[in-house]
């Protein structure tokens, strides 16, 4: 008889853990999905709300951004950051912002702008709200939206293998979501 409520225990226990696997996975933000409403402060204190930016009631006028999630010790999002600083000078005067959000403490962020001399904006989520609401806690985890909020582009990591392609790709959708010819280097 225990062997019986034993085995019945682990089966109910391997159906819970493999739904919520399932749950977290349903949850995970897509290609075409809208990005849903955060709030963060940034390095100088200043709040940043997702809705002054994108939809309808926008305050500002953009037709594309990006968010990347990093960290102070990951080694990959040290070297994906240069490259979308290098695409933000190409391109914020025609309508894109980027944005790093810190999934760390502030003074680990700062260490993050130093060692990347980075002008990107920084954002602090030292709770891990926005990978939490995005279904992603794996970094860098890099998103491009339109004007409206929904995702155009999801990328996952970043190697030195297959940076040009990840870079090229990433550009050609900035491009055509800012609807310009895209800028030699």
Do not use: W
């Not at 500002?60 to 990951?74: E, G, P």
């Not at 979308?84 to 894109?96: A, R």
């Not at 993050?112 to 709770?127: H, W």
Request: hydrophobic residues 45%; proline residues 4%.
């Amino acid at each position: 008889m225990k062997k019986i409520l034993t085995v019945s225990s682990l089966c109910v226990l391997c159906m819970l853990v493999l739904s919520f696997g399932a749950e977290a996975q349903e949850k995970a933000i897509r290609i075409g999905d809208k990005i849903p409403g955060f709030f963060l402060k940034d390095l100088n204190g200043e709040s940043f709300f997702l809705r002054d930016y994108v939809g309808e009631k926008a305050k500002k006028n953009l037709k594309a951004m990006i968010f990347s999630l990093s960290a102070s010790y990951c080694k990959p999002c040290k070297k994906e950051i240069p490259e979308l600083g290098k695409m933000m000078e190409k391109y914020k005067d025609k309508g894109l912002e980027i944005y790093i959000i810190a999934i760390e403490k502030e003074e680990q962020a700062l260490k993050l702008v130093a060692e990347t001399k980075t002008a990107i904006p920084v954002l602090l989520d030292k709770y891990l709200m926005v990978p939490k609401l995005l279904g992603h806690e794996s970094i860098p985890f890099t998103l491009l939206i339109d004007s409206e909020g929904t995702v155009k582009f999801i990328n996952t990591g970043f190697s030195e293998e297959n940076a040009m392609e990840f870079i090229e790709r990433f550009e050609n959708e900035v491009v055509a979501l800012l609807d310009i010819e895209k800028k030699p280097e």
